[in-house]
């Protein structure tokens, strides 16, 4: 029996064997690449891949049987095409890796990304009183950012689904009258060209991060989009949904985190926190955390802000209502104004916003 | 100190004082509701109920603290709320509550919900070779249904995104000249009267389960829908979807669990074997079992599918393709026709296909 | 630029090099295994793997960046190692590669995986008469497996906790009276000796089959072990929870699956039917469902049961109370005995029980 | 028809009815109550409950059918066991509204729940040199509580199980040779006395959070508990079991959040935040948020602190080690200690500290 110290001279011999192998044969793949590339074939063939695997278990020598041989060239191969799709992904336009600095959303004075952000507002416009009762608050308050659905999705079909044009007429007017930047959301592909005509910022909700056709017709459109994470979608799938906007030519979005559907009852979803510096870190978007939709409850929404932002994001969305009791959706998210100004107090907002406000 | 007996005895009769005055509250509610629908005034005030709860405690004699009493009223109030709304969801039109017996949906010679349907296919229509192939040993293995896609939601925007127009009319081609009935997703509103015209039966995928503007459209169609699961939709939640497809005019809708979104990894979703006998006893609408998706893997599609039959379903969906190694999307999880044989054996469904084959 | 085809061959040619290398690279391993193995070195040495690793970085000739060299070498070592794992976890002692036939478990005239048998009881002992009820009825309807909770761990410290040990004796009393096996759980190492004088099966509850302790301990007991799967525990987890017990030498081990915690809510615990043939297939164990706490319901349990079966389990478990609603302890899914005896039928389990009865 | 304004007159007024009745009703309960506990009967009365509905059912006049009877009033007892429970729940012992102030548990010169606190240390004691090594710039980085495990709960039955009583003196030792509280997790009863000998803090691991008999057994112990939440278990779930520890006795218990399994893989937990507010408020006792285990990662447990701080968490748990690549359990979550400084740089912890350690 060889020394240890023997075997370990020899192992040492044959990685670094393997290590020049490796290596030419990455250089022999980036010439496939190429030629690929040039006559437009397909980058991957698993049809070829099987054949050769089959074709080197039968060439196999052993001691590994040839089931190991098949598991370590699919590690080989697979490791290849993880590095394309590296590639790719460090090629996805919303990669960090294609673009270092953080993106910036300007609409009208409000910079996204910049500087910490509020968007607050009720679930739906209702009327155009409710509308001028909040939009005066807040904008006291140092909110520049008013939201309220015209077009609401609702799991019943025949629960309130919100006021639709005329919705977005008082959204509109209101958000004129007290010079605030407006967000609503968009529901279908023909719905885009009415909202645009309206709102500052388009906003996609959690039931709609899957909608492709949707997403896609987004990438046309000349409005910042705020694209809410799907309630069980994995933080990949909501960078993929962003792509899908951003590649076809609307860098505009902004990422929105709002809770992930788990077994705990306390919150209406669980807030994926961690999701904030991720995305951050794996993104240039700017990212908002929804408090109110994660929570789902108003007792904890300052903490669940002053967390939000502690971890990096670049704002929350809030619900307010005038009087939250009689609102025609979300009743029991959504706070009331003297609610609304604790919480800004609470969550060290008001003071930043304030600021921001000066600036201006 | 009185004694229980005595303390019994009065207990029962305040009870029955309360029994007294609360139906005596109901028939004033249906009066109250008679009077709203006549004037087509909103059913729930909660501005008023806002109102009577604080005027309640504002009256309350004790021993109950004032938030006890608005506990207890609400808990009346909800329990009305409660009773309309069922009176509602009985009056869903997907409701087992609405229609006793079993939905079938006929399609040529198939009846799905009357007898046990198997729904095969590749995941995509990828050339008209390959759906010849797979179609005709399909044919011959007893399975009248035909899947495959045209249009393939997907997360990596960069990805096979499906043949488009091309594939449906490969699909239609295939289903003629096997005699089968076909079946293809429809992502978007757009697609629609273009998808029906080439297919029998439309598809709505799990991430299109919550794209209400869709589904609202496919109520005038007249085609009838498999609705999948969301992979992370509440049983509630597919029932409400499904309603608004039904309540829009189109009855013939086919449920489709395919399993949901959890921790666990050995499967790509779990499969909610307990939905089948709750839709089942919910709703009228026959629910076929996606076995492929809820596994991801093909070495267990055989238990599952008996499990599922066994549970109460109307059939089950499989993917299977004629090369899947060589598949252009989700090529780990289909079967080639040698095994879908085997499956066909081991899930005892062979049998129930002859038969209702022969009949035919 | 070189032609497709002259690119494939060479690459086709490297392949080959680096089967013979990696496959060189094996032998060698092989031989270092035998070392330290003689040796009593510890097999994985991570440090020496560290270094490895950036000595190859930094002799990486390009193009693939050092990174990637890192990576690809951890996937080498890794594969190695997960080889070796392989070889150890195939050496598990519950797994299928060690042992192709299925296990039976016999007790008294039950052999548990050689036929479907029904675990049938109440939640808690509660008294001699509940229990002499209870068992006449499961008796005559032909169960022969009698489950009793003793020792009952509760969320609530200040609920009911069980009887304790005159529950044990109420249970043994009744099982000698009907001629039942009988089934109970203990909760903590200090209770085994006393539960094992009493019951003829020891349970291992969900909550505690993370205690690795507790499981130790059972290694070395004489008596048949029901091992339920924690509400949020992976398969994997399962199987190496149950190693714990068949590693210290008890291998009357019978695994249970009883739903796992999600975000649905119409069940208790969503049912995950597919750990049923996975089970089955990676080891030689047997498998029961505990319908009961996978529903939280009573009205779908013959359905799940048949499902359960129809996926291959090996037996079902479920709870009887004679008068449920007045039952210390889950008393929603609790079945009174006419719904048992409608259970049976209509899961077909009654059946084969009369047939196995008839046998004995 | 009588008018709507006519109907609400009526209505009010059978408001007020019932509102005179419930009271009278709740009056009455009062005096039952007070009888059972004199006589030390049960409270709870399930058969009484079903004999009262059923009659009640027999006399309903309508228009309300029977079900709905039944379901108000059990609604009404439902609403009276709830405010007893609820009772009950206040007067559990670790909720706040038994003790308004927040609760500190004081060890040595560490005041956990009056000052943010950091617990650093490796996942597992393997030598006293890794102590040394690790301990020596903890403490030079204002470190105050040392962690390291010496009885490791593990999956696989044959992974590295710790140093056991080894473990404990290494330990022990390091903490005394820096002045270091020292914390290290006990798995089973039968480890509670020998632990206690050694160490300043207990800990109960995740998986031992619902082994009740393990926690009754500390409600006796003069030591403090560091309790994880279960990788399942529900916010409510947590707080019922630090009730079993403080209702023995010991009140000395400190929660920590540590993440839960949800569909997410970026990272090994999925972080609650909202728990830490949630319980702060539903809770007297110190709240601490392990990021490591939640996270399974390094790169974003600055963020994550600064979060879990930012909701009002009491401090943090992190895993350092000198070599995490070596490390013989969880090497992937454990930051070497440049990382380890970094982090405390980039979550504001060092000041916080510094000025805590410059007090004191």
Redesign the interface.
């Known amino acids: 029996?060889?020394?240890?110290e023997e075997?370990?001279g020899?192992?040492?011999y044959?990685?670094?064997?393997?290590?020049?192998?490796?290596?030419?044969?990455?250089?022999?793949?980036?010439?496939?690449l190429?030629?690929?590339q040039?006559?437009n074939?397909p980058l991957h063939d698993?049809?070829r891949e099987?054949a050769?695997l089959e074709e080197?278990a039968a060439?196999?020598?052993?001691?590994?049987p040839d089931g190991?041989?098949k598991?370590?060239?699919s590690?080989?191969f697979r490791?290849s095409v993880a590095?394309m799709e590296q590639g790719?992904a460090k090629g996805l336009k919303v990669s960090r890796t294609r673009r270092a600095e953080p993106g910036v959303v300007t609409v009208g004075a409000v910079r996204i990304g910049a500087e910490p952000v509020v968007v607050a507002g009720p679930c739906a416009v209702e009327s155009p009183e409710q509308m001028d009762m909040v939009a005066r608050d807040l904008k006291r308050l140092g909110v520049t950012i008013l939201r309220g659905g015209a077009f609401k999705?609702?799991?019943?079909?025949?629960a309130f689904q919100g006021l639709g044009e005329e919705g977005l007429r008082i959204l509109r007017d209101t958000g004129k009258k007290y010079g605030m930047v407006t967000v609503t959301e968009v529901?279908?592909?023909?719905?885009i060209e009415l909202v645009s005509a309206y709102a500052d910022i388009l906003q996609i909700g959690a039931?709609?991060m899957?909608?492709?056709?949707?997403l896609?017709e987004l990438g046309t459109v000349k409005k910042p989009v705020i694209l809410k994470r799907g309630?069980?979608a994995?933080?990949?799938?909501l960078l993929?949904?962003a792509?899908?906007i951003v590649?076809g030519g609307n860098e505009e979005v902004i990422l929105c985190e709002r809770g992930?559907?788990?077994?705990?009852?306390?919150?209406r979803n669980?807030?994926?926190?961690?999701?904030?510096?991720?995305l951050k870190?794996m993104s240039w978007l700017p990212v908002l955390v929804d408090v109110s939709h994660?929570?789902g409850r108003t007792?904890?929404l300052a903490?669940?802000a002053?967390?939000?932002?502690?971890?990096?994001a670049d704002g929350v969305m809030v619900e307010v209502h005038p009087?939250p009791?009689?609102?025609r959706s979300d009743?029991r998210q959504q706070l009331d104004i003297e609610q609304f100004a604790a919480f800004l107090r609470e969550s060290d907002l008001l003071t930043g916003m304030r600021l921001a406000a000066n600036d201006s």
């Open positions: 029996m060889r020394t240890l075997l370990r020899e192992m040492n044959l990685n670094h064997a393997l290590l020049a192998l490796l290596s030419k044969r990455a250089r022999v793949s980036t010439e496939v190429a030629v690929k040039r006559d074939l698993p049809a099987l050769m080197l060439a196999n020598p052993g001691p590994f190991t041989i598991h370590l060239f590690e080989i490791a590095l790719q999705p609702r799991s019943n079909p025949y529901m279908d592909v023909r719905q039931r709609n899957h909608n492709y056709e949707l896609r309630f069980s994995t933080i990949e799938e993929w949904a792509e899908y590649g992930i559907r788990t077994f705990e009852t306390q919150t669980t807030l994926d926190i961690s999701a904030v510096p991720l870190q994660a929570a007792d904890i903490p669940l002053r967390a939000a932002i502690a971890a990096g009087f009791a009689v609102a009743s």
